[in-house]
């Protein structure tokens, strides 16, 4: 049995928050995929890269408010927020997981800017 959706998820800010690349990249299928509205991220290692490398902050902490779950283990939204290293919003996401074979397969994340900034 694979675990689902909503435990991948919960990995997977795990990962990030704790700047665990490995633990995120055993997390993807290599096909994996991020939509965003400002890029595309295609395949396991040009995520695992952009997140290890590229993003402008790395010192944050996903702040999660709810886990939705759908019918099936294979989807979930989370939705949350994103804090900088001083505790401050950054901004709110909303991201849709995708789940295949025990792994995450596609993320599209929505981003609105924080109100407290």
């Known amino acids: 049995m694979?675990?689902?959706?909503?435990?991948?998820?919960?990995?997977?800010?795990?990962a990030l928050d704790?700047?665990?690349?490995?633990?995120?990249?055993?997390?993807?299928?290599?096909?994996?995929?991020?939509?965003?509205?400002?890029?595309?991220?295609?395949?396991r290692?040009?995520?695992?890269?952009?997140?290890?490398?590229d993003r402008p902050q790395k010192d944050t902490r996903h702040v999660i408010e709810r886990y939705i779950q759908s019918k099936s283990?294979?989807?979930i939204v989370v939705?949350?927020?994103l804090e900088?290293?001083?505790g401050d919003e950054l901004f709110v996401f909303l991201d849709r997981f995708r789940a295949r074979d025990g792994k995450l397969s596609e993320l599209k994340t929505f981003v609105k800017s924080s109100t407290a900034n």
């Open 73 to 75: 283990d294979d989807e």
């Open 45 to 53: 290692e040009e995520f695992v890269t952009f997140m290890r490398d």
């Open 18 to 43: 704790h700047h665990g690349y490995d633990m995120l990249r055993n997390l993807l299928e290599p096909e994996f995929v991020q939509h965003r509205g400002d890029m595309t991220l295609s395949g």
């Open 84 to 86: 900088d290293g001083d």
């Open 79 to 81: 939705r949350g927020h």
């Open 2 to 14: 694979h675990p689902d959706a909503t435990y991948l998820a919960r990995q997977y800010y795990t």
